[in-house]
């Protein structure tokens, strides 16, 4: 089983839509969980951190962690074509140790 | 500015050859680490380094090298023995033990000839 799983997608929504990207884990010592967000050819661009349970707003982006389920959440409200990009999530036991990725989600966003 | 840098952006290497890709970064983070990236296959882990002087092997460590000889430095080198060297490589550092996360850089892009 892997550490993290993530459903690669493709997912495809209209312009102005809500959008939800899931992660589950297997792991319980997990405590820092991180979404990114990577266009093609870049480094990935950190988008979300948090390291309790709960929702955190940043924007049109909210992180959700629920570490009971072991399952974390992004959700984009009024989704933008410059939104189209791979999402991945990723978390860690502690900073400086080693960081487990999902496989990322493709997104893309129809004008 | 504070960041990740990895030179060259664009690498291209003939079969047999090493190949040394850089990353710097000047965030005064502890930890640096080497990931590769393949089409859907996420990224993968092949070396990372908590302090200077130490590193560990990820998940794909055979066929390269690294060194940490400078907290600002983690060199890769991808060495003739990787058999399917051609991918998108990506350095990134964290704090350790801190309240900061993991940053990345732009990225390497080596193709073998």
């Known amino acids: 089983q892997k550490e993290v799983e993530q459903d690669p997608g493709p997912l495809s929504v209209p312009e102005g839509a809500i959008v939800s990207l899931n992660c589950t884990y297997s792991?319980?010592?997990?405590?820092?969980f991180m979404w990114y967000r990577q266009y093609s050819r870049k480094g990935p661009e950190l988008l979300m951190y948090?390291?309790?349970?709960g929702n955190k707003e940043d924007g049109r982006f909210t992180a959700q962690v629920d570490k009971s389920s072991k399952y974390i959440s992004l959700f984009i409200r009024d989704s933008q074509p410059s939104d189209s990009a791979t999402y991945l999530c990723?978390?860690?036991?502690?900073?400086?140790?080693?960081?487990?990725f999902g496989t990322g989600t493709s997104l893309t966003v129809i004008p | 500015d504070g960041g990740i840098t990895q030179s060259p952006k664009y690498l291209f290497r003939k079969e047999g050859q090493n190949v040394t890709l850089s990353c710097e970064q000047n965030?005064?983070?502890?930890?640096m680490y080497w990931y590769r990236q393949d089409p859907g296959q996420g990224l993968r882990l092949i070396y990372y380094?908590?302090?200077?002087?130490?590193?560990q092997k990820g998940d794909i460590a055979e066929g390269y090298s690294v060194s940490r000889e400078k907290k600002e430095s983690f060199p890769l080198t991808v060495t003739s023995a990787q058999k399917n060297p051609t991918a998108f490589y990506l350095c990134?550092?964290?704090?350790?033990?801190?309240?900061?996360?993991?940053?990345f850089g732009p990225g390497t892009r080596l193709t073998v000839l």
């Open positions: 792991n319980s010592a997990f405590q820092y």
């Open positions: 948090t390291y309790s349970s």
């Open positions: 965030l005064n983070h502890d930890a």
């Open positions: 990134a550092s964290s704090p350790d033990r801190g309240t900061d996360t993991q940053y």
């Open positions: 990723a978390m860690t036991i502690y900073t400086g140790n080693q960081f487990y």
């Open positions: 380094s908590q302090i200077v002087n130490d590193f």
